[in-house]
């Protein structure tokens, strides 16, 4: 069983930050990077969020663009792609603003233990969620959320989960937005202490599109490159 199209998301500063050093949402992109945002959740079935990046951020992004909206429209699709959470706890605050969100929302956690629960009996779906699926490895994973109809997917953060998709090899391509800003730090969009596998050196990304976004940004998508 095939997987899904998986771009990674990130609007990231000169010195590849995701945020400043004392940590919290990060605002970095402007009004360029937030059109190219919302270009890429119009073409997307669903989108992956960590839990850390989804409980600082309080809600995760929407379509607002009226032509966008109308793309979907037009095509068949509701208005917002699924945002789909990845979490090893089902345990989530019940008043953050996302799950007031007009948007379809699922649940990725690994697959609970029995507790009590009689033999087939279904574990209940953690609150405001409309879905569950097992937290697998990410090639089991990512094949079932095609199987349930997520054919292309995007990555919107953070650094541990991008980075443990990137380990997988799992990422199809890399839209970032360069924001004319340094923060130093620590918070790199891939974690300092993380090794990658070998093989997505330089030759495994092909630049598929360069262009200035207004406000000194610059967009950058890069495919990676795989062998037939």
Known sequence: MSGPELWLVLAISLDGRLAPVAGGAAQLGGAGDRRALEEALAWADGCLIGASTLRKHG???????????????????????????????AAWPAELPFFTQPLERWLLAPAAQPDGLEHGAERPLPNGFQRQLPLQAWPDTLASLAAA???????LGGAQLAASVLTADAVDGLQLTLCPTLLGGQHTWIPANHLLPQGLERAAWQLEQSRPLGGDEVLLRYRRARSA
């Open 59 to 89: 809600s995760t992004c929407l379509i607002h663009e009226a032509d966008l909206l109308e793309q979907r429209r037009l095509q068949g699709r509701a208005p917002q792609p699924v945002a789909i959470a990845v979490s090893r706890s």
């Open 149 to 155: 109809g997520l054919q292309r997917l995007l990555l």
